[in-house]
């Protein structure tokens, strides 16, 4: 599993294993494969829980949510935390790579 550096409050790792996968589908109460570009709020909330929570396991959804904040109130903004998210998860393994021709 590939671990992703992502600094909110201070750098934090996080990964998409099977479990960081089935927790978003859980939180979200639909497959990962439906969000396509349909990613608001409540979804990057629980991408980025779930990506923390693989390597944190004391980490709670409200905590996200407080980084998420807390960031965005120090001026930061969304994209970096979305495309820290996107290469994440594509390392995953999950996903194909249809350059990489699904391995």
């Given at each position: 599993?590939?671990?992703?550096?992502?600094?909110?409050?201070?750098?934090?790792?996080?990964?998409?294993g099977t479990?960081?996968?089935?927790?978003?589908?859980?939180?979200?109460?639909?497959?990962?494969?439906?969000?396509?570009?349909?990613?608001?709020?409540?979804?990057?909330?629980?991408l980025l829980?779930?990506?923390?929570?693989?390597?944190?396991?004391?980490?709670?959804?409200?905590?996200?949510?407080?980084?998420?904040?807390?960031?965005?109130?120090?001026?930061?903004?969304?994209?970096?935390?979305?495309?820290?998210?996107?290469?994440?998860?594509?390392?995953?393994?999950w996903f194909?790579?249809?350059?990489?021709?699904?391995?």
């Amino acid at each position: 599993m590939k671990i992703t550096t992502i600094t909110l409050d201070k750098p934090r790792s996080i990964a998409y294993g099977t479990r960081a996968l089935k927790l978003i589908e859980r939180e979200l109460g639909r497959p990962l494969s439906s969000l396509g570009t349909n990613v608001g709020v409540t979804e990057v909330s629980a991408l980025l829980y779930a990506g923390l929570a693989q390597l944190d396991h004391d980490i709670t959804p409200d905590a996200v949510d407080d980084l998420i904040d807390a960031h965005l109130d120090g001026g930061g903004v969304i994209q970096p935390i979305a495309d820290a998210v996107s290469e994440a998860i594509a390392a995953s393994g999950w996903f194909a790579n249809p350059t990489a021709g699904g391995k």
